[in-house]
């Protein structure tokens, strides 16, 4: 038996995955803060599939090759997002006068929940295969 298979293991490891892509456009975000006119990205929300709608695609790994992610670099191909999750334009609370939209203590708490919310899905997960564990586990051993 596949434990992936199980629908709530399937679902948390889905939930790793996003707030795994969330963390890596916060970064990002943290890294362009002194670029002048950009506009921080952020996911939006995580929802859960609708039953019936089958497990998520399997992504098959993308050979290593430079990326482009600022037009005075190197050239290399256009930057994309790793997973199914697309980051949209999310501007901060604030505009500085060079046009950069990213405020840092937004970026940090963005950043902290995103942390809370993957060490909480972690939990979730070890405890979850440590009843099924107890569950398999033959009586007196």
């Given at each position: 038996m596949n434990f992936n298979d199980l629908p709530l293991l399937s679902m948390l490891k889905d939930r790793l995955g996003y707030l795994n892509e969330r963390q890596s456009v916060i970064a990002q975000n943290v890294a362009n803060s002194d670029?002048?006119?950009?506009?921080?990205?952020?996911?939006?929300?995580?929802?859960?599939?609708?039953?019936?709608?089958g497990p998520a695609p399997v992504l098959a790994p993308a050979p290593v090759t430079p990326t482009l992610t600022n037009g005075i670099h190197l050239p290399g191909k256009p930057?994309?997002?790793?997973?199914?999750?697309?980051?949209?334009?999310?501007?901060?609370?604030?505009?500085?006068?060079d046009g950069n939209q990213v405020v840092l203590e937004e970026q940090m708490m963005?950043?902290?929940?995103?942390r809370m919310n993957y060490n909480?899905?972690?939990?979730?997960?070890?405890?979850?295969?440590?009843?099924?564990?107890?569950?398999?586990?033959?009586?007196g051993k």
């Open positions: 670029t002048p006119g950009y506009t921080p990205n952020d996911l939006k929300p995580f929802t859960v599939a609708e039953p019936g709608q930057a994309k997002s790793a997973g199914p999750y697309k980051p949209q334009k999310t501007p901060d609370s604030e505009t500085r006068l963005k950043m902290n929940d995103s909480a899905a972690i939990n979730f997960y070890e405890q979850s295969l440590a009843m099924i564990q107890t569950a398999i586990r033959i009586p």
